[in-house]
């Protein structure tokens, strides 16, 4: 009896100590969130929320360099009243990284919630890419595998030591799922069922002046794949009917956003409207390149599929019904 009473009691404690961390931000526009710099926004639906995850930039005024150490997580039912609920993964969750929280993407499958991220490896020159599971797509998450799926030495490519950054996974209708990742070179491997092995080996994509940044999401049976390029970046995009390619290129999806070298971008469709969540400096204090904050605009679709240029604004979006 006193054993039920003290696990009840260790649960309803965790639970509250839970949710006193949770906090409740009624975005004013863009940036959504203003209370500190969020950059690489990643984002997808699960039951009536949408779920955002980001980095976050803790690079003091003054420090023109990344230092990001943790992943945040937003969740939203209607795009404008945003929940923070505790940050969800840490470097430290990865004891072979060192540092470096960069950019990620959560996916969900059979009930698990996948967690690719960019992130310094420890002992291997290099970015490498970890995944991390959690039974919530608030987690606590954990490193899935305990060692990098993909590490700077399996590309060998570009002869840079981050070219492997950036994940971003997408299951296709036929179950497959595919890892996009990349800096310089865009490349791409299937992996297993298990969404923690690679299946196949790693493929390059040929697609133009490619920086980094892919986002790969799949519309009426077009493959998208939205990426960096250039820098300070644009967001340009190609389309395909086959994940494989060819790629066609199809041009700049979003400007530079001018007061941020970088712009890193997420595509969703939510309540019948479609988004482009993407990061800029513009928090005036201290905002730029290293102090990056998270915004969303919508994105609009032409008839033939082809998207229409963005137009980055300061209002944002409205509540989605
Ligand atoms: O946040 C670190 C890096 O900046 C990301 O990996 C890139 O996409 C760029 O946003």
Redesign the pocket.
């Known amino acids: 009896m006193k054993k039920i009473f003290l696990s009840l009691l260790g649960f309803s404690i965790s639970f509250l100590a839970a949710k006193a961390q949770e906090k409740i931000i009624v975005s004013k526009g863009n940036p959504i969130i203003t209370d500190k710099y969020t950059?690489?926004p990643a984002a997808f639906v699960y039951g009536d929320s949408v779920y955002l995850y980001t980095?976050h930039?803790v690079a003091p005024k003054g420090k023109e360099r990344?230092e990001?150490h943790e992943w945040l997580c937003y969740s939203s039912a209607d795009m404008v009243t945003w929940k923070e609920h505790p940050s969800p993964l840490n470097v430290k969750s990865f004891a072979w990284a060192s540092d470096?929280a960069?950019?990620s993407q959560v996916i969900e499958r059979d009930g698990k919630f996948y967690w690719y991220v960019?992130i310094q490896h420890g002992s291997i020159h290099g970015k490498s890419i970890g995944v991390a599971v959690a039974d919530n797509p608030r987690g606590p998450f954990k490193d899935a595998i305990g060692k990098a799926l993909i590490t700077n030495d399996m590309t060998t490519d570009v002869k840079i030591s981050w070219d492997d950054?950036?994940p971003t996974v997408i299951i296709d209708d036929d179950g497959q799922a595919y890892l996009f990742w990349g800096?310089q070179r865009c490349y791409y491997a299937k992996l297993k069922k298990n969404m923690v092995e690679l299946d196949g080996p790693v493929q390059k994509v040929e697609v133009p002046e490619f920086t980094?940044?892919p986002w790969i999401h799949k519309r009426k049976k077009w493959y998208y794949l939205s990426y960096?390029s250039g820098f300070p970046?644009k967001i340009v995009y190609a389309m395909s009917r086959n994940i494989n390619g060819p790629w066609e290129y199809k041009g700049i999806l979003n400007e530079i956003a001018g007061n941020s070298?970088?712009?890193?971008q997420a595509i969703i469709d939510f309540k019948g409207k479609s988004y482009f969540i993407y990061?800029n400096g513009a928090i005036n204090t201290d905002g730029g390149s290293f102090r990056?904050s998270v915004c969303i605009d919508y994105l609009n679709y032409n008839s033939d599929g082809t998207i229409k240029r963005i137009v980055m604004t300061s209002e944002g979006v409205k509540k989605a019904k």
Do not use: F, K, L, P
């Open positions: 950059a690489d980095g930039d990344y990001m470096d960069w950019a960019a950054i950036d800096n980094e940044a960096a970046e070298n970088t712009n890193h990061h990056r």
